[in-house]
């Protein structure tokens, strides 16, 4: 499997600043996700990162407040824009290869 | 829009003991996923199951699918603490996007 890092690996925020998660594959992927873990709770993903055109958002996001870039096979940023105590979560990269599907270490967010 | 129940959401088991957790999920699939949770961690791929009747072991996990049913099961045999972790089932949708389950706590005792 691919080896999926993430940075940061955690971070406290400020309300109404921005953050940027990298994450970064150490081979090329076909296909990349974004996943959002609040406290206690299952996993909900936000986009599929697409490589060269905009990311595909699931019901409920939007590019304004999550944009993603892809600019190639093996990276993508999730940005996290004029944040909130509700943003304080777990966020997630993930990557598919053939069957299989892998995440990255995530990264934890809070927001005061 | 798919839905997938899993249950139940809390399992307190003692070791030795067996149980399963079940994976319900609304519409056809050809793909599901079984990960692991420990506190404070990433998933950690458990199994993949790609067919009707597909059946997977590793350890004293064992996991299976049932397409017509819409169901998986999750079984855990003779269990031991070292499996206290957070379960979840994820079923592959269009796009190859996941939704998951709630997830199970299992809580192994001594």
């Known amino acids: 499997s691919a080896v999926i890092s993430q940075k940061p690996s955690r971070d406290i925020c400020q309300r109404g600043t921005s953050l940027t998660i990298q994450c970064q594959v150490d081979s090329q992927v076909t296909m990349m996700f974004w996943y959002r873990q609040q406290p206690g709770q299952s996993l909900t993903l936000i986009a599929t990162?697409?490589?060269?055109?905009?990311?595909?958002?699931e019901s409920g996001f939007v590019i304004d407040k999550f944009p993603i870039s892809r600019p190639n096979l093996t990276f993508s940023t999730l940005t996290v824009s004029n944040m909130s105590p509700e943003d304080s979560s777990i966020y997630l990269c993930?990557?598919?290869?053939?069957?299989?599907?892998?995440f990255g270490p995530g990264t934890r967010l809070t927001v005061l | 829009e798919l839905k997938v129940e899993q249950n139940p959401l809390f399992l307190s088991m003692q070791e030795g003991k067996n149980y399963t957790i079940y994976c319900n999920y609304s519409t056809t699939s050809d793909r599901l996923y079984w990960y692991r949770q420990d506190p404070g961690k990433s998933l950690e791929s458990l199994f993949v199951?790609?067919?009707?009747?597909a059946v997977k072991q590793e350890g004293r996990l064992m996991a299976s699918l049932d397409t017509k049913a819409r169901l998986s099961t999750l079984h855990i045999t003779a269990a031991v603490h070292d499996l206290s972790a957070t379960y979840f089932c994820?079923?592959?949708?269009?796009?190859?996007?996941?939704?998951f389950g709630k997830g199970t706590l299992l809580t192994v005792n001594p």
């Open positions: 993930s990557e598919r290869t053939s069957n299989e599907q892998f």
């Open positions: 990162a697409n490589q060269g055109s905009e990311a595909t958002y």
């Open positions: 199951l790609l067919s009707n009747g």
């Open positions: 994820a079923v592959a949708g269009s796009n190859y996007k996941l939704t």
